[in-house]
Protein backbone atom coordinates (compact mmCIF):
# COMPACT_ATOMS: atom_id res chain seq x y z
CA UNK A 1 0.00 0.00 0.00
CA UNK A 2 1.28 3.27 -0.76
CA UNK A 3 2.32 5.85 1.76
CA UNK A 4 0.29 8.57 0.97
CA UNK A 5 -2.39 6.36 0.65
CA UNK A 6 -2.77 5.95 4.63
CA UNK A 7 -0.83 9.09 5.95
CA UNK A 8 -2.22 10.89 8.43
CA UNK A 9 -1.98 13.97 5.94
CA UNK A 10 -2.17 18.00 6.79
CA UNK A 11 -5.34 18.84 5.80
CA UNK A 12 -4.32 22.16 4.42
CA UNK A 13 -4.30 21.06 0.89
CA UNK A 14 -7.79 19.16 1.25
CA UNK A 15 -8.98 22.81 2.82
CA UNK A 16 -7.62 25.51 0.00
CA UNK A 17 -9.61 22.77 -2.46
CA UNK A 18 -12.86 23.44 -0.83
CA UNK A 19 -12.14 26.96 -0.78
CA UNK A 20 -10.53 28.31 -3.67
CA UNK A 21 -11.15 32.03 -2.30
CA UNK A 22 -8.80 31.34 1.22
CA UNK A 23 -5.71 33.00 -0.72
CA UNK A 24 -4.04 34.30 3.00
CA UNK A 25 -5.28 31.53 5.31
CA UNK A 26 -4.11 31.48 8.84
CA UNK A 27 -3.11 28.82 10.62
CA UNK A 28 -6.56 28.70 12.81
CA UNK A 29 -8.02 28.10 9.92
CA UNK A 30 -6.78 24.43 8.94
CA UNK A 31 -6.53 21.43 10.52
CA UNK A 32 -3.70 18.82 11.43
CA UNK A 33 -3.55 15.43 12.79
CA UNK A 34 -1.28 14.43 15.52
CA UNK A 35 -0.03 11.93 17.77
CA UNK A 36 -0.83 11.54 21.72
CA UNK A 37 2.53 11.06 24.16
CA UNK A 38 4.07 11.00 20.60
CA UNK A 39 7.80 10.25 22.14
CA UNK A 40 6.89 7.24 24.08
CA UNK A 41 7.60 3.76 23.51
CA UNK A 42 5.49 1.14 24.37
CA UNK A 43 6.20 0.32 28.65
CA UNK A 44 7.51 -2.90 29.73
CA UNK A 45 4.83 -5.48 30.40
CA UNK A 46 5.96 -6.66 33.50
CA UNK A 47 6.14 -3.07 34.87
CA UNK A 48 2.20 -3.43 34.25
CA UNK A 49 1.50 -6.18 35.79
CA UNK A 50 3.24 -4.95 39.01
CA UNK A 51 1.55 -1.68 39.41
CA UNK A 52 -1.97 -2.52 37.69
CA UNK A 53 -3.43 -4.02 40.71
CA UNK A 54 -1.73 -1.09 42.81
CA UNK A 55 -2.89 1.89 41.24
CA UNK A 56 -6.61 0.33 40.66
CA UNK A 57 -7.19 0.31 44.57
CA UNK A 58 -5.69 3.63 44.67
CA UNK A 59 -8.02 4.87 41.60
CA UNK A 60 -11.19 2.77 43.94
CA UNK A 61 -10.25 4.72 46.95
CA UNK A 62 -10.25 8.04 44.84
CA UNK A 63 -13.26 7.24 43.18
CA UNK A 64 -15.12 6.83 46.05
CA UNK A 65 -14.43 10.48 47.89
CA UNK A 66 -15.38 11.75 44.59
CA UNK A 67 -17.74 14.43 44.45
CA UNK A 68 -20.45 14.30 41.46
CA UNK A 69 -18.82 17.43 39.85
CA UNK A 70 -15.80 15.60 40.03
CA UNK A 71 -16.93 12.23 38.86
CA UNK A 72 -18.60 13.92 35.77
CA UNK A 73 -15.09 15.61 35.17
CA UNK A 74 -13.47 12.48 35.53
CA UNK A 75 -16.15 10.76 32.64
CA UNK A 76 -15.26 13.34 29.96
CA UNK A 77 -11.55 12.86 30.19
CA UNK A 78 -11.66 8.91 31.18
CA UNK A 79 -15.19 8.29 29.08
CA UNK A 80 -14.44 4.18 29.01
CA UNK A 81 -13.22 4.20 32.80
CA UNK A 82 -9.25 3.89 33.38
CA UNK A 83 -7.79 0.75 32.43
CA UNK A 84 -3.56 1.76 32.61
CA UNK A 85 -2.47 -1.38 30.07
CA UNK A 86 -5.61 -1.07 27.69
CA UNK A 87 -4.49 2.96 28.09
CA UNK A 88 -1.26 2.02 27.02
CA UNK A 89 -1.35 0.00 23.89
CA UNK A 90 -0.18 1.71 21.16
CA UNK A 91 3.17 1.87 19.59
CA UNK A 92 4.51 5.33 17.76
CA UNK A 93 7.83 5.18 15.74
CA UNK A 94 10.29 8.33 16.27
CA UNK A 95 9.86 11.68 15.30
CA UNK A 96 11.37 11.06 12.04
CA UNK A 97 8.73 8.86 10.61
CA UNK A 98 5.67 10.78 11.97
CA UNK A 99 6.40 14.00 10.44
CA UNK A 100 6.83 12.19 7.08
CA UNK A 101 4.17 10.79 7.36
CA UNK A 102 2.99 14.14 7.54
CA UNK A 103 1.64 14.74 10.59
CA UNK A 104 1.55 18.01 12.12
CA UNK A 105 0.90 17.42 15.52
CA UNK A 106 3.24 16.42 18.24
CA UNK A 107 2.86 16.07 21.58
CA UNK A 108 5.23 15.80 24.90
CA UNK A 109 5.94 15.48 28.36
CA UNK A 110 8.29 16.84 30.06
CA UNK A 111 9.89 16.97 33.80
CA UNK A 112 11.69 19.42 35.56
CA UNK A 113 15.37 17.89 36.61
CA UNK A 114 17.76 20.97 37.75
CA UNK A 115 19.97 18.49 39.25
CA UNK A 116 20.01 15.41 36.82
CA UNK A 117 19.94 12.24 37.45
CA UNK A 118 16.28 12.04 38.83
CA UNK A 119 14.75 9.85 36.50
CA UNK A 120 17.84 6.84 35.94
CA UNK A 121 17.03 4.37 38.00
CA UNK A 122 13.17 4.06 37.73
CA UNK A 123 11.91 2.14 41.14
CA UNK A 124 10.02 -0.65 39.33
CA UNK A 125 12.75 -2.06 37.77
CA UNK A 126 15.01 -1.73 41.10
CA UNK A 127 12.09 -4.17 42.14
CA UNK A 128 11.74 -6.21 39.52
CA UNK A 129 15.44 -6.67 39.31
CA UNK A 130 16.03 -7.39 42.51
CA UNK A 131 12.98 -10.33 42.10
CA UNK A 132 15.79 -11.74 39.76
CA UNK A 133 14.15 -10.24 36.30
CA UNK A 134 16.91 -9.13 33.94
CA UNK A 135 15.27 -9.25 30.74
CA UNK A 136 13.46 -6.14 30.95
CA UNK A 137 12.79 -3.97 28.06
CA UNK A 138 15.77 -1.76 27.42
CA UNK A 139 15.03 1.74 27.58
CA UNK A 140 17.67 5.09 26.43
CA UNK A 141 19.15 6.54 29.20
CA UNK A 142 21.55 9.25 27.12
CA UNK A 143 21.42 12.41 29.09
CA UNK A 144 19.37 11.53 31.81
CA UNK A 145 22.17 12.67 34.49
CA UNK A 146 22.13 15.88 33.39
CA UNK A 147 20.23 18.51 34.35
CA UNK A 148 17.38 19.40 32.41
CA UNK A 149 14.01 18.69 31.07
CA UNK A 150 13.55 14.75 30.97
CA UNK A 151 10.76 13.38 28.33
CA UNK A 152 8.73 10.79 29.46
CA UNK A 153 4.47 9.57 30.69
CA UNK A 154 4.85 8.07 34.00
CA UNK A 155 7.78 8.11 36.63
CA UNK A 156 8.59 4.90 37.60
CA UNK A 157 6.05 3.34 35.28
CA UNK A 158 6.11 4.36 31.57
CA UNK A 159 9.45 5.85 31.14
CA UNK A 160 10.63 4.30 28.00
CA UNK A 161 11.29 7.31 25.53
CA UNK A 162 12.69 7.60 22.02
CA UNK A 163 13.99 11.23 23.51
CA UNK A 164 14.50 10.99 27.13
CA UNK A 165 15.47 14.52 27.51
CA UNK A 166 13.82 17.81 25.81
CA UNK A 167 17.35 18.35 24.36
CA UNK A 168 17.37 15.28 22.31
CA UNK A 169 13.77 15.72 21.14
CA UNK A 170 14.53 19.52 20.33
CA UNK A 171 17.78 18.70 18.14
CA UNK A 172 15.35 15.88 16.33
CA UNK A 173 12.88 18.53 15.49
CA UNK A 174 15.59 20.98 14.41
CA UNK A 175 17.44 18.98 12.25
CA UNK A 176 14.27 17.64 10.58
CA UNK A 177 13.39 21.29 10.14
CA UNK A 178 16.09 22.36 8.21
CA UNK A 179 15.93 19.27 6.24
CA UNK A 180 12.48 20.90 4.96
CA UNK A 181 12.59 23.98 5.28
CA UNK A 182 8.85 24.78 3.79
CA UNK A 183 7.45 22.13 5.94
CA UNK A 184 3.78 23.36 7.22
CA UNK A 185 3.77 24.50 11.04
CA UNK A 186 3.61 22.12 13.44
CA UNK A 187 1.61 21.83 16.68
CA UNK A 188 3.76 21.00 19.62
CA UNK A 189 1.76 20.44 22.80
CA UNK A 190 4.29 20.13 25.79
CA UNK A 191 2.87 18.64 28.96
CA UNK A 192 4.22 20.21 32.31
CA UNK A 193 4.06 16.54 34.21
CA UNK A 194 4.16 17.99 38.38
CA UNK A 195 3.15 14.67 40.08
CA UNK A 196 4.28 11.16 40.16
CA UNK A 197 3.13 7.74 41.71
CA UNK A 198 4.42 7.56 44.96
CA UNK A 199 3.74 4.06 45.38
CA UNK A 200 6.83 2.44 46.49
CA UNK A 201 9.62 3.12 48.91
CA UNK A 202 11.89 4.45 46.28
CA UNK A 203 9.39 5.99 44.05
CA UNK A 204 10.87 9.31 41.58
CA UNK A 205 9.88 12.46 43.72
CA UNK A 206 8.44 14.71 41.22
CA UNK A 207 9.11 18.40 41.74
CA UNK A 208 6.55 21.11 40.75
CA UNK A 209 6.46 23.78 37.89
CA UNK A 210 7.15 26.68 39.52
CA UNK A 211 8.19 30.03 37.47
CA UNK A 212 12.00 29.11 37.55
CA UNK A 213 11.35 25.89 36.09
CA UNK A 214 8.66 27.62 33.47
CA UNK A 215 11.58 30.31 32.62
CA UNK A 216 13.91 27.31 32.12
CA UNK A 217 11.62 25.19 30.29
CA UNK A 218 11.22 28.47 27.21
CA UNK A 219 15.38 28.89 27.52
CA UNK A 220 15.54 25.63 26.71
CA UNK A 221 13.01 25.32 23.42
CA UNK A 222 14.80 28.74 22.58
CA UNK A 223 18.14 27.53 22.27
CA UNK A 224 17.76 24.00 20.91
CA UNK A 225 14.69 24.93 18.85
CA UNK A 226 15.82 28.38 17.94
CA UNK A 227 13.50 31.69 18.20
CA UNK A 228 13.34 31.73 14.12
CA UNK A 229 11.85 28.57 14.20
CA UNK A 230 9.11 29.74 16.67
CA UNK A 231 5.59 31.26 16.27
CA UNK A 232 5.06 33.31 19.82
CA UNK A 233 2.21 34.53 21.60
CA UNK A 234 3.58 38.55 21.06
CA UNK A 235 3.27 36.95 17.01
CA UNK A 236 -0.60 37.00 17.62
CA UNK A 237 -0.95 39.62 19.80
CA UNK A 238 0.42 42.56 18.14
CA UNK A 239 -0.73 45.85 19.12
CA UNK A 240 -3.67 44.25 20.44
CA UNK A 241 -4.09 45.21 24.65
CA UNK A 242 -4.78 41.56 24.88
CA UNK A 243 -4.08 37.86 23.44
CA UNK A 244 -7.79 37.17 23.04
CA UNK A 245 -8.60 40.12 21.44
CA UNK A 246 -5.91 39.54 18.78
CA UNK A 247 -7.68 36.34 18.43
CA UNK A 248 -11.14 37.23 18.10
CA UNK A 249 -9.98 39.84 15.24
CA UNK A 250 -8.05 36.76 13.86
CA UNK A 251 -4.86 38.09 14.35
CA UNK A 252 -3.17 34.52 13.66
CA UNK A 253 -0.33 34.82 10.74
CA UNK A 254 -0.96 33.54 7.66
CA UNK A 255 -0.23 30.06 6.70
CA UNK A 256 1.88 30.93 3.87
CA UNK A 257 4.24 32.90 6.55
CA UNK A 258 4.58 29.65 9.14
CA UNK A 259 6.28 28.06 6.74
CA UNK A 260 9.32 26.12 8.59
CA UNK A 261 8.14 27.23 12.18
CA UNK A 262 6.70 25.28 15.38
CA UNK A 263 3.71 26.46 17.35
CA UNK A 264 3.77 25.52 21.31
CA UNK A 265 0.83 24.95 23.66
CA UNK A 266 1.65 24.24 27.01
CA UNK A 267 -0.39 22.49 29.05
CA UNK A 268 0.04 23.32 32.95
CA UNK A 269 -0.06 19.91 35.62
CA UNK A 270 -3.10 17.84 35.81
CA UNK A 271 -2.63 17.82 31.84
CA UNK A 272 -3.91 21.19 31.84
CA UNK A 273 -7.69 20.12 33.65
CA UNK A 274 -7.44 22.54 36.46
CA UNK A 275 -7.72 26.33 35.86
CA UNK A 276 -4.72 28.46 33.95
CA UNK A 277 -5.89 32.00 35.30
CA UNK A 278 -2.83 32.17 38.50
CA UNK A 279 -0.35 29.70 36.78
CA UNK A 280 3.05 31.03 37.53
CA UNK A 281 3.62 30.76 33.68
CA UNK A 282 1.88 33.98 32.94
CA UNK A 283 3.91 36.99 33.68
CA UNK A 284 1.48 39.61 35.28
CA UNK A 285 -1.37 38.02 33.55
CA UNK A 286 0.26 37.79 30.37
CA UNK A 287 1.98 35.34 28.18
CA UNK A 288 3.36 38.51 25.67
CA UNK A 289 7.06 37.59 27.34
CA UNK A 290 6.56 33.36 27.07
CA UNK A 291 7.45 31.42 24.44
CA UNK A 292 4.36 28.94 24.36
CA UNK A 293 0.63 29.81 24.74
CA UNK A 294 -1.24 28.52 27.39
CA UNK A 295 -4.35 26.35 27.80
CA UNK A 296 -7.32 28.49 29.09
CA UNK A 297 -11.01 29.24 28.87
CA UNK A 298 -12.96 31.52 26.68
CA UNK A 299 -13.17 34.22 29.19
CA UNK A 300 -9.26 34.63 29.71
CA UNK A 301 -7.38 37.38 28.78
CA UNK A 302 -4.71 35.20 27.17
CA UNK A 303 -7.11 32.90 25.80
CA UNK A 304 -6.14 31.30 22.66
CA UNK A 305 -5.55 27.40 22.93
CA UNK A 306 -8.33 25.47 24.57
CA UNK A 307 -8.10 21.88 24.91
CA UNK A 308 -11.16 20.17 24.66
CA UNK A 309 -10.71 16.38 24.68
CA UNK A 310 -13.72 14.82 24.67
CA UNK A 311 -15.46 15.87 21.09
CA UNK A 312 -18.37 13.79 21.21
CA UNK A 313 -19.53 16.06 24.69
CA UNK A 314 -18.10 19.09 23.56
CA UNK A 315 -19.00 19.21 19.67
CA UNK A 316 -21.26 22.28 19.87
CA UNK A 317 -18.86 24.06 22.41
CA UNK A 318 -16.08 23.43 19.80
CA UNK A 319 -17.51 24.70 17.04
CA UNK A 320 -18.70 27.89 18.39
CA UNK A 321 -14.75 28.33 19.92
CA UNK A 322 -13.37 27.81 16.60
CA UNK A 323 -15.88 30.58 15.32
CA UNK A 324 -14.75 32.66 17.43
CA UNK A 325 -11.04 32.58 16.11
CA UNK A 326 -9.64 30.23 19.32
CA UNK A 327 -7.09 27.26 18.61
CA UNK A 328 -8.73 23.78 19.91
CA UNK A 329 -7.14 20.54 20.43
CA UNK A 330 -9.29 17.55 20.97
CA UNK A 331 -8.87 13.64 20.16
CA UNK A 332 -10.17 11.30 17.86
CA UNK A 333 -9.62 8.65 20.53
CA UNK A 334 -9.53 8.32 24.28
CA UNK A 335 -7.04 5.69 25.75
CA UNK A 336 -6.93 3.01 22.82
CA UNK A 337 -11.03 2.22 23.34
CA UNK A 338 -11.99 3.10 19.56
CA UNK A 339 -9.07 0.78 18.61
CA UNK A 340 -9.73 -2.09 20.46
CA UNK A 341 -13.74 -1.69 19.16
CA UNK A 342 -13.06 -0.46 15.57
CA UNK A 343 -15.42 2.67 16.67
CA UNK A 344 -14.88 6.11 14.36
CA UNK A 345 -17.67 7.85 16.19
CA UNK A 346 -15.10 10.12 18.03
CA UNK A 347 -13.27 10.67 15.02
CA UNK A 348 -15.90 12.05 13.00
CA UNK A 349 -17.02 14.13 15.94
CA UNK A 350 -13.63 15.37 16.21
CA UNK A 351 -12.88 16.22 12.55
CA UNK A 352 -16.47 17.61 12.00
CA UNK A 353 -16.01 19.68 15.15
CA UNK A 354 -13.69 22.44 13.65
CA UNK A 355 -10.70 21.73 16.15
CA UNK A 356 -7.41 22.34 14.69
CA UNK A 357 -5.63 20.19 16.49
CA UNK A 358 -6.97 16.29 16.06
CA UNK A 359 -4.32 13.73 18.18
CA UNK A 360 -4.85 10.29 17.87
CA UNK A 361 -2.78 7.18 19.24
CA UNK A 362 -3.24 5.45 15.51
CA UNK A 363 -2.33 7.54 12.91
CA UNK A 364 -1.71 4.46 10.36
CA UNK A 365 -3.25 0.92 9.53
CA UNK A 366 -1.70 -2.07 11.89
CA UNK A 367 -2.89 -1.33 15.24
CA UNK A 368 -2.32 -3.25 18.75
CA UNK A 369 -5.81 -4.86 18.67
CA UNK A 370 -5.41 -6.08 14.58
CA UNK A 371 -8.63 -4.12 14.48
CA UNK A 372 -9.05 -1.59 10.61
CA UNK A 373 -9.04 1.63 12.98
CA UNK A 374 -6.68 4.37 12.15
CA UNK A 375 -7.11 8.14 11.69
CA UNK A 376 -6.66 10.12 8.75
CA UNK A 377 -8.17 13.28 7.58
CA UNK A 378 -12.19 13.21 6.10
CA UNK A 379 -12.04 13.67 2.49
CA UNK A 380 -13.06 17.12 0.65
CA UNK A 381 -17.08 16.74 0.45
CA UNK A 382 -16.98 15.92 4.54
CA UNK A 383 -15.83 19.54 4.99
CA UNK A 384 -19.06 20.67 4.17
CA UNK A 385 -20.55 21.00 8.01
CA UNK A 386 -16.83 21.93 9.40
CA UNK A 387 -17.14 25.40 10.28
CA UNK A 388 -13.38 26.06 9.03
CA UNK A 389 -14.75 26.10 6.05
CA UNK A 390 -16.72 29.70 6.54
CA UNK A 391 -13.74 31.10 8.72
CA UNK A 392 -11.71 32.55 5.97
CA UNK A 393 -11.89 36.04 6.38
Known amino acids: MKKNIYSAAFCAAALLQAQDKCQNIRINQVQVVGTHNSYAQPADPRVLDLVTPILNGMMQKYSSSMSEEQKAKFKEYHPYGMDLKEGLNYNHPDFNEQLNSNLRGLEIDVYYDPEGNRFSNPATYQILKAKGITDLAPFKTEGLEQPGFKVLHMADID ?168 MVRTRSDIETYEAKTNDFTRSKAAFSSGAQIISTDFFRPGNTYNTPYFVQPPQQKDYVNNPLNNSCK
Do not use: C
Open 159 to 326: FRSHYPTLKDALTHLRKWSDLHPDHSPIFMMIEAKDSGFPVFENSTKVLPFDKAAYDALDEEILNYLGKDKIIMPKDVQGNYNTLKEAVMHNNWPKLKESKGKFIFMLLPGSAGTLSSKNNPYLIKGSLKERVMFLNSEPDDSFAAFILRDNAIIRQKEIRDLVKQGF
